[in-house]
């Protein structure tokens, strides 16, 4: 969490300042294409209008935005100072999909054990330049400096630990490259609320996002440029259709789970972020976060149902409790699907790491659908036949 700078008066009228503070940082003028400035302008507004902030919030919400545009102006860049990056297309990777929340963290780590796969490590994301050995990570400022954010980040909500932990050596999703474009579902849902943009962004294509995005990943992995990618972004279901564009022959694994268990898990996380920004109406945010995301959620699902259609044989699915019940099977299944062998000492990494359970290292992620005001059934049944379809909702024992 960056709060080495105060914030403005008016946010709506900080662009300049913005821009002036991290070109002075990395002196550099250049941001990239200039599509982002959309984006950027509204969440600056937004952020006059829409949150609570209260003193140190308002601080913390200034870095945020100065630290995101600081990793845009990295990666121009490094863009720039490494030429020929780009002439590799990225073939056939592999990327976990699905509404938050439903195992696609578990499923892309546990699978980043792999050797052969190569991921958008954390602080490359923060940093976006051509992976460096691993050997040599903790030599580079970059890597501290996500390290000391990180630790500041779960000093301030500890209880995000249990959630969703995050390392700067781990891989991390793809969103977090996406919002550096400042038109991403990020800023509209996360630290604190953003009605006003939200409103502005569902009426946006994300093509140049996407075609952002795709360049940091062809950045990030121009040192092993025939290593195949594994990605894992919730978000993508939105805009499957963009992912295909990046990526034609990408095998895309889809997780599934009960609605009423994800989405309210979903929004116990982004709440734990609520007392950091704003001091006042909890019961009230919390309420309209969750009619939120339910329907942009199963409005998602539906927008992928159409997407998967036109790629036949190019999506698995997988349900959270077959994965949770049996994930060896699962992974059995998915390496059959993406053409790989699991070989005997992969099959022991894989094995230690579902026995030690990493996901429950920093506790049990508690949440109470009723503080979301809204039941089960009516969560389930913005999702039309989607639970039916996949047989989300677990028997009682």
Same mark, same amino acid.
């Given at each position: 969490?960056?709060?080495?700078?105060?914030?403005?008066?008016?946010?709506?009228?900080?662009?300049?300042?913005?821009?002036?503070?991290?070109?002075?940082?990395?002196?550099?003028?250049?941001?990239?294409?200039?599509?982002?400035?959309?984006?950027?302008?509204?969440?600056?507004?937004?952020?006059?209008?829409?949150?609570?902030?209260?003193?140190?919030? %308002?601080?913390?919400?200034?870095?945020?935005?100065?630290?995101v545009l600081r990793s845009r102006a990295t990666a121009i860049a490094s863009m720039k100072a490494n030429p020929g990056f780009d002439e590799r297309p990225i073939l056939d990777p592999v990327v976990?999909?699905?509404?938050?929340?439903?195992?696609?963290?578990?499923?892309?780590?546990?699978?980043?054990? #792999?050797?052969?796969?190569?991921?958008?490590?954390?602080?490359?994301?923060?940093?976006?330049?051509?992976?460096?050995?691993?050997?040599?990570?903790?030599?580079?400022?970059?890597?501290?400096?996500?390290?000391?954010?990180?630790?500041?980040?779960?000093?301030?909500?500890?209880?995000?630990?249990?959630?969703?932990?995050?390392?700067?050596?781990?891989?991390?999703?793809?969103?977090?490259? $996406?919002?550096?474009?400042?038109?991403?579902?990020?800023?509209?849902?996360?630290? !604190?609320?953003?009605?006003?943009?939200?409103?502005?962004?569902?009426?946006?294509?994300?093509?140049?996002?996407?075609?952002?995005?795709?360049?940091?990943?062809?950045?990030?992995?121009?040192?092993?440029?025939? %290593?195949? !990618? $594994?990605?894992?972004?919730?978000?993508?279901?939105?805009?499957?259709?963009?992912?295909?564009?990046?990526?034609?022959?990408?095998?895309?694994?889809?997780?599934?789970?009960?609605?009423?268990?994800?989405?309210?898990?979903?929004?116990?996380?982004?709440?734990?972020?609520?007392?950091?920004? =704003?001091?006042?109406?909890? =019961?009230?945010?919390?309420?309209?976060?969750?009619?939120?995301?339910?329907?942009?959620?199963?409005?998602?699902?539906?927008?992928? #149902?159409?997407?998967?259609? %036109?790629?036949?044989?190019?999506? $698995?699915?997988?349900?959270?409790?077959?994965?949770?019940?049996?994930?060896?099977?699962?992974?059995?299944?998915?390496?059959?699907?993406?053409?790989?062998?699991?070989?005997?000492?992969?099959?022991?990494?894989?094995?230690?790491?579902?026995?030690?359970?990493?996901?429950?290292?920093?506790?049990?992620?508690?949440?109470?659908?009723?503080?979301?005001?809204?039941?089960?059934?009516?969560?389930?049944?913005?999702?039309?036949?989607?639970?039916?379809?996949?047989?989300?909702?677990?028997?009682? %024992?």
């Amino acid at each position: 969490m960056d709060t080495t700078y105060d914030p403005p008066a008016q946010f709506r009228t900080a662009s300049d300042q913005l821009h002036d503070i991290v070109a002075k940082e990395l002196g550099t003028t250049d941001f990239g294409p200039s599509d982002y400035l959309p984006g950027l302008k509204v969440l600056l507004q937004s952020m006059d209008c829409d949150p609570h902030f209260h003193e140190a919030g %308002k601080r913390l919400a200034w870095g945020q935005v100065i630290g995101v545009l600081r990793s845009r102006a990295t990666a121009i860049a490094s863009m720039k100072a490494n030429p020929g990056f780009d002439e590799r297309p990225i073939l056939d990777p592999v990327v976990i999909v699905g509404v938050p929340r439903t195992g696609t963290t578990a499923l892309h780590r546990l699978m980043a054990v #792999d050797p052969r796969f190569q991921g958008l490590q954390t602080w490359l994301i923060d940093n976006p330049m051509p992976r460096p050995p691993i050997e040599r990570w903790s030599e580079f400022p970059e890597f501290r400096k996500t390290v000391a954010g990180l630790d500041a980040h779960y000093a301030a909500t500890p209880e995000a630990r249990a959630a969703h932990h995050r390392a700067a050596e781990e891989v991390h999703e793809c969103c977090m490259i $996406l919002w550096q474009s400042f038109n991403n579902n990020i800023w509209a849902c996360g630290n !604190w609320p953003s009605p006003t943009y939200d409103a502005w962004r569902q009426c946006q294509e994300e093509d140049a996002a996407y075609a952002y995005y795709y360049k940091c990943v062809q950045l990030i992995g121009s040192n092993e440029p025939d %290593k195949r !990618w $594994l990605l894992k972004n919730p978000g993508h279901i939105e805009q499957l259709d963009l992912l295909f564009a990046c990526y034609p022959q990408a095998r895309v694994i889809q997780t599934h789970r009960d609605p009423a268990k994800a989405i309210p898990s979903l929004c116990a996380l982004l709440m734990h972020a609520h007392p950091v920004y =704003e001091a006042d109406r909890r =019961e009230e945010r919390a309420h309209n976060m969750l009619t939120r995301e339910v329907a942009k959620w199963a409005r998602d699902i539906r927008r992928s #149902d159409k997407v998967r259609e %036109k790629h036949p044989g190019q999506v $698995l699915d997988v349900v959270h409790a077959d994965f949770h019940a049996n994930p060896m099977a699962v992974l059995d299944q998915i390496y059959s699907f993406i053409g790989m062998e699991i070989g005997e000492d992969l099959r022991g990494a894989f094995a230690r790491r579902i026995a030690d359970k990493p996901e429950l290292q920093h506790g049990v992620h508690k949440y109470d659908l009723a503080d979301f005001g809204m039941s089960a059934e009516r969560v389930r049944e913005q999702f039309c036949d989607y639970v039916q379809r996949y047989d989300l909702v677990e028997k009682s %024992k």
